[in-house]
């Protein structure tokens, strides 16, 4: 039976600390888009303020991806390619469904379609996990 720790590859194992540390703008990306959207019911904003407080989730979310970019720079090659085609894949299935729900709620089908940041947000991580094992599986 396989361990936790023996379902990644060396490279890409980390301690919880360091976990920690490469999700921290994650966390505050959320938080942020949390503190946005109770902000935004405040009646008497106006449309300059109103326009920076939807955007205020967009600093943290850029140095999340510098810091998630730092990290897959400093794998080894083989880890890299992995993780840059995981990448790659989550965002090409969003792509994907984006679209295909922005087209079906155009021709007047899937009124509910609309699954907000936090849909969106778990389906790209869901696509990213099962890309990392379909290509982790592909190099075994």
Not at 40 to 59: E, N, S, W
Not at 74 to 93: K, W
Not at 129 to 136: E, F, P, S
Request: hydrophobic share 55%.
């Amino acid at each position: 039976m396989k361990t936790s720790s023996n379902l990644l590859p060396e490279p890409v194992q980390m301690s919880v600390r360091e976990a920690l540390r490469l999700n921290a703008w994650a966390v505050v990306s959320v938080v942020a888009a949390v503190v946005a959207r109770v902000w935004l019911q405040t009646p008497g904003l106006g449309g300059a303020l109103r326009g920076m407080v939807a955007l205020l989730p967009i600093l943290p979310g850029l140095l999340y991806v510098r810091s998630l970019w730092r990290w897959i720079r400093g794998l080894d090659e083989l880890q890299r390619r992995t993780q840059l085609e995981a990448v790659c894949g989550s965002a090409l299935g969003m792509l994907l469904v984006t679209l295909s729900a922005d087209l079906l709620r155009g021709a007047g089908f899937g009124l509910g379609l609309n699954f907000g940041w936090e849909g969106y947000f778990v389906l790209t991580f869901l696509f990213y996990v099962v890309a990392v094992l379909v290509a982790h599986r592909r190099v075994r």
